[in-house]
């Protein structure tokens, strides 16, 4: 069997190495830091130590967490001369994050390691199971009417500790889910299939 490295990329992007059919108590997982003041600098921090990392020990196959194809926005209130005012933004950090995806899926072609993005409704459905409903909390903005928040990275903790994976924080839980969702994969399961043969 293929050892799977499970990636949930952000600017602190967590990882986990699972090898399917063994004990779940042998799942590895880390944190990797991208540093860097610009975009282009924390693509090429993470990229760096990802290369270091596949050079070391090279997974059979890597899972990575798609990210969302669409820029959300929000409300948000800012203070005016005239007074408060409701305008309608995003997070810059959705624009960061195809730029990490890329430099993480460039260094693990350059290396010819077999990949594939999970989206994340499919890989917390294998995770989870069908059905799973994540803890709510409920967020309050000032101006606002309080909206629920899925906690998913809190059900991702409490989940490997369930399962009695050492996790350091909630992106190396996720990575985890991704992981092990990685095994499902039809691109995995052609590679095993190869193997096998």
Known sequence: MSIILGLDIATTTGFAWYE???????????????????P???????????????KDDRPGFVAIEEPLRNIKAYKKTIQTLYGPKVVHTVNPNQMLLPGLIGAAVGITSAYRLPWQTIPSATWRKFFFGTGFKPPIKIVEKEG???TEEKQWKKAAVDRC???RIMVRNADAAEAVGIAMAGEACQRFKSLQARRAA
Not at 20 to 38: R, V, Y
Not at 40 to 53: G, I, T, Y
């Open 161 to 163: 500790r369930m399962l």
């Open 20 to 38: 399917p059919g063994q004990s779940l108590s042998s799942i590895k997982t880390g944190l990797i830091k991208a540093e860097g003041d610009s």
């Open 40 to 54: 282009e600098e924390k693509a090429a921090s993470l990229a760096d130590q990802l290369r270091v990392m596949l």
């Open 144 to 146: 606002e009417d309080p």
